[in-house]
């Protein structure tokens, strides 16, 4: 395998969206993009690779679309009930 002669990426302490990067995450089955563990605001953990984190394509934990699901029921709720 050919060097690119950069240094390996480390995010560990870096904030995406509601993330923060914990470690590097080691998997059973090692892939060719590197995962990340990560923590929420909310509490909750996320695994997630480092395209996925800069491009923002993972956020949170899945904490967001609960709340945005939540919300958008509330309003259909009250339409319906009107």
């Known amino acids: 395998m050919k060097s690119t002669g950069r240094a390996p990426l480390d995010l560990a302490g870096q904030q995406f969206g509601l ?5 590097r995450y080691a998997a059973d089955r090692p892939t060719r993009a590197r995962r990340w563990l990560c923590r929420c605001v909310c509490g909750g953990e ?4 480092t395209g996925d ?3 923002r394509k993972v956020r949170s934990c899945g904490c967001l ?3 945005a699901s939540r919300a958008t029921l509330r309003t ?3 339409r ?3």
């Open 80 to 82: 319906v009930r009107s």
């Open 46 to 49: 996320q695994t997630a690779c």
């Open 19 to 23: 993330l923060t990067v914990v470690r």
């Open 76 to 78: 259909y709720n009250r």
């Open 53 to 55: 984190l800069r491009r």
């Open 65 to 67: 679309m609960r709340a």
